[in-house]
């Protein structure tokens, strides 16, 4: 299995662009979450979907930021407009509901975006 | 609402000596906590857990639910263990982990 996937690893936009992330996650993995990681704030959630659907997204910043999961396949999260503060790199994970792998997370290698 | 703290951002030490990064949490329930490693151009990833009370890489971690704290300890530092270390808490969704701010740890030869 080659984990999470991740894309675009990285991206340079202009403010006021519309910015699109993609995550694959491990096939039987029924939770999926986007983290926000930054040196000062280190890693934070922005949302959560079990089962495709959205759990909580009390975490998403602002009305800029949107994320949706259509199957258990793939997962997006966009933003538009971008702004320079939301340059950082933006991490998917993914679980398995399982009691036996209660809190492990498998993420992927992150999307570093920076907007200019 | 939950919270974790790493008081620490970067921590240096020598190698073969003690290391120790700290980390204090705020919940109401009964927690789980988890440690986290992040190696140089490595992916995130789970380093141990404290129902498992288990040692990973000669790194312990005990909870201890009077001081809040889940403090990561390992009593001979290497080389290879010079990477960016994240406390987590799990709380009221097994799933969802509260990360904290994380602590750069860098061993010297």
Request: proline letters at 5%; aromatic letters at 10%; a neutral charge.
């Amino acid at each position: 299995d080659a984990g999470v996937i991740q894309s675009p690893r990285h991206e340079v936009t202009e403010m006021g662009q519309e910015v699109t992330l993609r995550c694959k996650p491990i096939s039987g993995h029924n939770s999926l979450f986007w983290y926000r990681q930054t040196m000062m704030r280190g890693l934070e959630l922005l949302i959560y979907f079990n089962n495709n659907v959205p759990i909580d997204d009390s975490g998403m910043p602002e009305d800029r930021f949107s994320a949706k999961m259509p199957n258990a396949s793939f997962s997006t999260l966009k933003i538009q407009p971008s702004e320079p503060r939301d340059s950082a790199v933006y991490f998917c994970a993914t679980s398995r509901e399982d009691r036996g792998l209660v809190g492990e997370l498998f993420f992927g290698e992150g999307s570093r975006l920076t907007v200019l | 609402a939950q919270r974790v703290t790493q008081p620490e951002k970067l921590l240096s030490v020598f190698k073969g000596a003690p290391v120790e990064l700290k980390c204090n949490y705020s919940y109401s329930g009964s927690p789980e906590l988890f440690w986290y490693v992040q190696y140089s151009r490595q992916r995130l990833q789970l380093l141990l857990r404290h129902i498992s009370r288990e040692s990973i890489k000669g790194f312990t971690a005990d909870l201890n639910k009077g001081e809040t704290s889940f403090h990561l300890k390992k009593p001979f530092a290497q080389e290879e263990d010079s990477a960016m270390y994240y406390c987590a808490l799990s709380g009221m969704s097994i799933s969802r982990l509260t990360f904290g701010e994380g602590t750069q740890l860098t061993v010297n030869p």
